[in-house]
């Protein structure tokens, strides 16, 4: 089992591309998420849904769009990358979005704007 | 909004027991308390959770008092590979998680 899969793992940008991450999960999970993480900070969610066709602000959406393409695919798009959204970025999956369903994380996508 | 507060960070010997608090005064009646311990360049891996009381698995225990204002992680006999950053996620009203700042473990021989 592949579990939450991400990529691209590294990209670096200059300021004002625009670019997508993806993220796919094959446990059969209804609900998606996006979380940003910045040197020595925890985890600050984006986005997330809750379930397939449904997408909702977290702590910190400025700047970032999201897709729910199918029940596997949640995808997280730059549209204007600025030096800000350096980041991790870490994609996570769960049964459902009550708080006693445990999340899943993928291992990551680092990505540097220059 | 259901934030927590963790210590920074804390510092333990191979073999000790670990306990590590989160604060988190505004969980809401139907919130769980979840741990998740992550090591660098990974993302977080799920621990342990629990609603109140006391939960153990094979790697931990979680204390939760009546009030569920707090809750304690428990790490018995640690060893080196527990060195890691250890979070407590709470759920709000509106099932958005909040993780909390974190406490970074550093096990020494």
């Known amino acids: 089992n592949a579990g939450v899969t991400q990529t691209p793992k590294f990209q670096v940008l200059k300021t004002g591309q625009s670019m997508t991450l993806q993220c796919a999960q094959d446990m059969n999970h209804n609900s998606m998420y996006w979380y940003r993480q910045d040197p020595g900070m925890g985890l600050r969610l984006i986005y997330y849904s809750a379930s397939e066709g449904t997408t909702d602000k977290g702590e910190v959406p400025n700047g970032y769009n999201v897709s729910r393409l199918n029940k596997r695919e949640f995808s997280l798009r730059l549209e204007s990358a600025a030096p800000s959204q350096t980041s991790v970025y870490f994609c996570a999956s769960s049964k459902s979005d009550y708080s006693n369903q445990p999340q899943h994380f993928g291992d990551g996508t680092r990505l540097s704007i220059l | 909004l259901a934030k927590t507060t963790q210590p920074i960070s804390m510092d333990s010997y191979e073999g000790q027991e670990v306990n590590i608090t989160c604060s988190h005064n505004n969980i809401a009646t139907n919130d769980y308390i979840t741990w998740y311990q992550q090591f660098p360049s990974q993302g977080p891996r799920f621990i342990i959770q629990g609603y109140k009381t006391k939960v153990t698995n094979e790697v931990a225990s979680l204390f939760i008092p009546a009030d569920r204002k707090s809750s304690t992680l428990s790490l018995p006999r640690v060893s080196l590979s527990d060195t890691a950053v250890y979070y407590c996620?709470?759920?709000?009203?509106?099932?958005?998680?909040?993780f909390g700042s974190g406490t970074k473990l550093n096990v020494k021989p």
């Open positions: 996620l709470v759920g709000d009203n509106f099932n958005k998680f909040y």
